[in-house]
């Protein structure tokens, strides 16, 4: 038996609970994992309050990343006793996902755990962090390098704002951060942020074209902020977008793309082919370093406090992010 949160639907209602499970219950899948950690994230809230319809079949247990130790293994890929990491590939919306004290799915979604990192702070990292990664590494293939001219991060207090200022520092770049808060000027700047850029100044419709501010750019924000981040691009530069905390929209002119010559990559943490996470782990593994990520922090809790917390966390009253002890 194990213990789990599970989604159940009555009547159009969501309704999240902690439940005991057998083993048996597990899905499908070539590798069992013991979890150790799991983190609780906005479309965690979001499936457990039934705030959007994320989740698609039922019963589910929600968690969209873990962090543990094989128990049993067909893919000879993977062994028991190996640590792994998974991200994304759907869990928590079409298959078991984290918040849970087993797991089963397919080997081709795990990755082997980076020595780096024990698995509580691979979850301090999560998939925010991880995508955070995808960005850099998208900037760099576009050949942004830190001699071209500064990164302008969007929504840098948050998840993938925090580590991709802290990483883009380690790996030399000089780092505007754009925030809605100014008391997290010193906390920015101590992860390596040059200068801070009021977010109000890149929220409101803009022009086509504005002055040629930053080299490159990484947004998790959406709608006009990314507009106005794409027209303050340098000639040639690249804009990362990963996220939409502002909106879908995106309400720009072509005039970046066709008169600079600006690129705009889209990031995909969900479906993200093995190998480029395996470098975007590596990237982490390699320049985030410990007292970064003990700078960025995390609250733990209980598997017992995340329905509760997934509420708060929608109603914008938790800081931070969250990691989930399954076993406590």
């Keep these: 038996m194990f213990s789990a949160i599970v989604i159940d639907k009555t009547d159009g209602q969501y309704k999240a609970s902690l439940q005991s499970l057998d083993e048996s219950a597990l899905p499908e899948g070539q590798v069992t994992v013991r ?36 128990t049993d293994s ?10 792994v990491v998974l991200n994304g590939w759907g869990l928590g919306e079409v298959h078991w996902g ?6 089963r799915v397919k080997g081709d979604w795990l990755i082997p755990l980076p020595e780096a990192f024990s698995t509580q702070q691979a979850m301090m990292i999560g998939t925010a962090g991880y ?15 830190p001699d071209k001219g500064p990164i302008l991060v969007t929504g840098a207090a948050g998840g993938v704002g925090s580590v991709s200022v802290a990483l883009l520092h380690a790996l030399g770049y000089t780092v505007m951060a754009s925030t809605g808060r100014p008391q997290e000027e010193s906390y920015l700047k101590a992860l390596g942020a040059s200068e801070i850029v009021d977010r109000n100044t890149l929220s409101e419709p803009g022009k086509p074209l504005g002055k040629e501010r930053w080299a490159g750019a990484i947004d998790s924000v959406g709608s006009h902020t990314l507009a106005n981040v ?16 502002q909106g879908m929209d995106f309400p720009a002119s072509v005039a970046p793309f066709i008169l600079r010559g600006v690129q705009l990559i889209g990031v995909d943490s969900v479906h993200c082919p093995k190998p480029e996470r395996l470098a975007a782990w590596d990237l982490l593994a390699k320049h985030l370093s410990i007292e ?22 929608l109603e914008g009253k938790v800081r ?8 406590a």
């Design 35 to 70: 979890i150790d950690y799991s983190t609780l994230n906005f479309k965690d809230g979001l499936a457990m309050t039934g705030k959007s319809p994320v989740v698609r079949q039922f019963p589910m247990v929600p968690g969209i990343d873990f962090a543990g130790t094989v």
């Design 320 to 327: 931070g992010r969250i990691v989930v002890d399954v076993n």
């Design 98 to 103: 984290g918040l849970a004290q087993q797991a």
């Design 230 to 245: 794409c027209a303050g691009t340098q000639y040639l530069g690249a804009v990362a977008a990963c996220g939409l905390a």
């Design 74 to 83: 067909s893919d000879p890929n993977f062994k028991s006793g190996q640590k």
């Design 131 to 145: 995508t955070a990664a995808l960005c850099v590494r998208a900037l760099q293939r576009q050949g942004v390098t």
């Design 292 to 313: 970064a990520l003990e700078r960025i922090g995390a609250s733990t809790i209980t598997l017992s406090q995340a329905i509760d917390q997934a509420g708060q966390l």
